[in-house]
């Protein structure tokens, strides 16, 4: 289906990802993707160090009520990710909606009482987690 589209845009544009035929962009991704998704299933999703330094965080947004809104960067990846069963990528939250980010600034004037007392979900979700651990190493345990 992919490709059928890609053939469809090369007959217009005469050139996709820098292929200009749909052989050569299925060797394209034979090599490039297939070895991407081959090594995460080995290696899985490593972090850009001065060793990695080609390596490029998957950007997100975070939406008004704490979801996730991915970019066009990364959605082979998390394709994999989803496909091998890696419930947790590393990822970079590139903006947040206001709403989410009041959220987030109001469990920060919150003492350890009042975060034990909201809903899992929040106390849970990953773009809260470092408001949860310094109010936990700063006010003690929220369990």
Known sequence: ???????ERLMKEKKIKGCTSINALRRKYEEEVDVLFNRIK??????PTA???N???????????GNYLYT????HRLAFAK??????IPV??????????????????MSKYEVKRLDR?????????DIIKYKMLKEGSIT
Do not use: C, Q
């Open 72 to 75: 066009a960067n990364g959605n």
């Open 92 to 109: 970079k939250v590139r903006a947040r909606h206001t709403n989410w980010e009041e959220i987030r600034e109001d469990i920060w004037t």
């Open 42 to 47: 080995k290696e899985g999703f490593l972090l």
């Open 121 to 129: 979900k929040l106390i849970e979700h990953p773009d809260l987690e």
């Open 55 to 65: 390596i490029d965080v998957i950007h997100v947004y975070i939406d008004r009520n």
């Open 1 to 7: 289906m992919l490709f059928n589209k890609y053939k």
């Open 83 to 88: 496909v091998l069963g890696i419930e947790k």
């Open 51 to 53: 060793n990695n330094s």
